[in-house]
């Protein structure tokens, strides 16, 4: 394992720590991170975005956390349902999309690429650093009156 995957997998390990059996790292078969590579290639993603991703899926495929992340398995075609945009659709967790778009990868909606500039984040370990810095924020903040949840 590389010194990122170690990080990812530490990050993601932090994130799931309410409930780690509930949200499992399940890395990628190689067939799945083999069907990934050659879609990436075929459609010309650069080559340091792919590294990115195929890092990530080696920690962790489908990787979902209640709030905000909901990765799509690798050899799922939807990761390039956007692609005529030069963009990836990674992860659908309510309303929270995350995609690579214009060198960034980004959280935001189905009409925002990014909600800020603050959600564009130039690599994908900046991204779950900044998923998980937002989670845990969120998770530590007194609920509002009549909160039900």
């Known amino acids: 394992m590389t010194t ?23 890395p990628a078969s190689q ?4 069907t990934f590579e050659q ?20 920690v962790a495929n489908a990787f ?18 956007w692609w005529e945009a030069k963009e990836l659709w990674l992860s659908l967790m309510h309303m929270d999309v995350i995609r690579w778009s214009g060198g960034k990868f980004c959280v935001g909606d189905a009409s925002n690429v990014s909600y800020s500039p603050a959600h564009e984040h130039d690599t ?9 810095d937002e989670i845990k924020e969120m998770e530590a903040a007194e609920p509002e009156p009549g909160d039900d949840f």
Request: aromatic share 12%.
């Open 31 to 34: 067939q799945a991170l083999a």
């Open 124 to 132: 994908l370990l900046a991204l779950l650093t900044g998923c998980r």
């Open 39 to 58: 879609r990436a290639i075929a459609r010309g993603v650069p080559t340091g975005v792919t590294q990115q991703l195929v890092a990530f899926y080696q």
């Open 64 to 81: 979902f956390y209640d709030s905000c992340l909901g990765f799509f398995t690798c050899d799922d075609e939807l990761i390039f349902e």
């Open 4 to 26: 990122n995957q170690q990080t990812i997998k530490v990050l993601l390990q932090e994130i799931a720590s309410p409930n780690p059996a509930y949200y499992p790292l399940q």
